[in-house]
């Protein structure tokens, strides 16, 4: 069955970077689109970023563009979120999820085929 599991999440300084990974197996990773969405405390699940299948087209969303950096490995099967610049209000879980197209996974969640189970992720001020 189809596995994303998330890895990178930790607390951290304001102003601190951090480095999430998704590492997936059991669906053909370099046909998927990835992606991060977040899910802060009593807050609605919210997209992040999404990178096509080949890399070549990324979609972030307004709140973290400039900060947030993603990248891919289809060699490794592996999915990463570059954060710099963190702040408080980065604070949430962390879910990579798997997509057909980047750029209907950046219209929301609802567009995600598979989802990991999210890794914590807490900016202090």
């Known amino acids: 069955q189809v596995q994303l599991v998330e890895s990178g999440g930790e607390l951290v300084q304001a102003g601190g970077s951090l480095r999430l990974s998704c590492a997936a197996s059991?669906?053909?990773?370099?046909?998927?689109?990835m992606g991060w969405f977040r899910q802060a405390p009593g807050k609605e699940r919210e997209f992040v970023v999404a990178?096509?299948?080949?890399?070549?087209?990324?979609y972030y969303a307004d709140s973290v563009k400039g900060r947030f950096t993603v990248s891919r490995d289809n060699a490794k099967n592996t999915v990463y979120l570059q954060m710099n610049s963190l702040k408080p209000e980065d604070t949430a879980v962390y879910y990579c999820?798997?997509?057909?197209?980047?750029?209907?996974?950046?219209?929301?969640?609802?567009?995600?085929?598979?989802w990991g189970q999210g890794t914590q992720v807490t900016v202090s001020s």
């Open positions: 999820a798997a997509s057909k197209s980047a750029r209907a996974m950046s219209r929301g969640a609802h567009e995600c085929d598979y």
């Open positions: 059991g669906l053909t990773f370099s046909t998927y689109a």
């Open positions: 990178i096509s299948w080949s890399g070549s087209s990324t």
